[in-house]
């Protein structure tokens, strides 16, 4: 059975998510707190997270921000707040999916169930080889890591450092939106010197040599309004 985590300060809302996704099989908890919540994160194994943004104490893109690097469950935002940019904070941090109060209860449960499954397919993709030793194999895509190698179709292309260290970083994280902020972040650090459009002009650079059509990826996605994905 599914454990499911649900940290919403509105207990008729969370007792409304309750109740369906029992009644569809799940097993949940509630914490109406953010920082309980976090604590029930971190002692406890769950399959998915249901999170409100709008919490007292830590809000949900702070748990987010703790959560990214500790915790690989799909997570599902809830909030009454309609502005894009919460949404697209909340993908940039690794949020998988956006839900809107009011919302049908039938569809959160749909929701759930499309993220939970949508996760175990790509848990088997890895354990089907995925990542094989020190190399990222999808799709005719092959990434050496060590060798600092990349082969599409078994054809070698060449990528300057930063575009293999990025192209990497996607790979090793699927699925995952990344905003340009964070990837230049993470991939420049301390020589970051410039500015994140730095990311758009190097994922340009990566799709013209490894997608067979760099106006229609196959590998690096773009997530409009919130980043950029490694699709697996």
Same mark, same amino acid.
């Given at each position: 059975?599914?454990?499911?985590?649900?940290?919403?300060?509105?207990?008729?809302?969370?007792?409304?998510?309750?109740?369906?996704?029992?009644?569809?099989?799940?097993?949940?908890?509630?914490?109406?707190?953010?920082?309980?919540?976090?604590?029930?994160?971190?002692?406890?194994?769950?399959?998915?997270?249901?999170?409100?943004?709008?919490?007292?104490?830590?809000?949900?893109?702070?748990?987010?921000?703790?959560?990214?690097?500790?915790?690989?469950?799909?997570?599902?935002?809830?909030?009454?707040?309609?502005?894009?940019?919460?949404?697209?904070?909340?993908?940039?941090?690794?949020?998988?999916?956006?839900?809107?109060?009011?919302?049908?209860?039938?569809?959160?449960?749909?929701?759930?169930?499309?993220?939970?499954?949508?996760?175990?397919?790509?848990?088997?993709?890895?354990?089907?080889?995925?990542?094989?030793?020190?190399?990222?194999?999808?799709? @005719? *895509?092959?990434?050496?890591? /060590? %060798?600092?190698? #990349?082969? +599409?179709?078994?054809?070698? !292309?060449?990528?300057?450092?930063?575009?293999?260290?990025?192209?990497?970083?996607?790979?090793?994280?699927?699925?995952?939106?990344?905003?340009?902020?964070?990837?230049?972040?993470?991939?420049? @650090? *301390?020589?970051?010197?410039? /500015? %994140?459009?730095? #990311?758009? +002009?190097?994922?340009?650079? !990566?799709?013209?040599?490894?997608?067979?059509?760099?106006?229609?990826?196959?590998?690096?996605?773009?997530?409009?309004?919130?980043?950029?994905?490694?699709?697996?």
């Amino acid at each position: 059975m599914h454990k499911i985590l649900i940290i919403e300060d509105d207990a008729s809302i969370a007792e409304l998510q309750q109740d369906y996704l029992e009644v569809a099989g799940f097993q949940v908890s509630v914490c109406s707190e953010g920082r309980t919540g976090l604590q029930a994160l971190a002692e406890n194994e769950f399959d998915l997270l249901i999170l409100d943004i709008m919490l007292p104490g830590l809000d949900g893109l702070e748990i987010l921000r703790r959560l990214k690097d500790d915790k690989d469950i799909p997570v599902l935002l809830v909030s009454a707040k309609k502005e894009e940019i919460d949404k697209i904070k909340g993908l940039s941090l690794g949020a998988d999916d956006y839900i809107t109060k009011p919302f049908s209860p039938g569809e959160l449960v749909a929701r759930v169930k499309a993220h939970l499954e949508n996760y175990a397919r790509l848990k088997t993709k890895f354990a089907a080889g995925y990542i094989k030793g020190n190399s990222v194999v999808i799709r @005719g *895509l092959k990434i050496e890591k /060590d %060798a600092r190698r #990349v082969f +599409v179709y078994g054809q070698e !292309v060449n990528l300057a450092q930063k575009e293999f260290e990025l192209l990497l970083y996607l790979a090793q994280n699927p699925n995952r939106v990344f905003g340009r902020e964070d990837l230049f972040e993470r991939v420049w @650090g *301390l020589e970051a010197l410039g /500015d %994140a459009s730095t #990311v758009t +002009v190097h994922i340009a650079r !990566v799709r013209e040599k490894i997608e067979s059509d760099p106006s229609n990826p196959q590998y690096v996605e773009t997530v409009w309004g919130a980043g950029y994905r490694f699709r697996v």
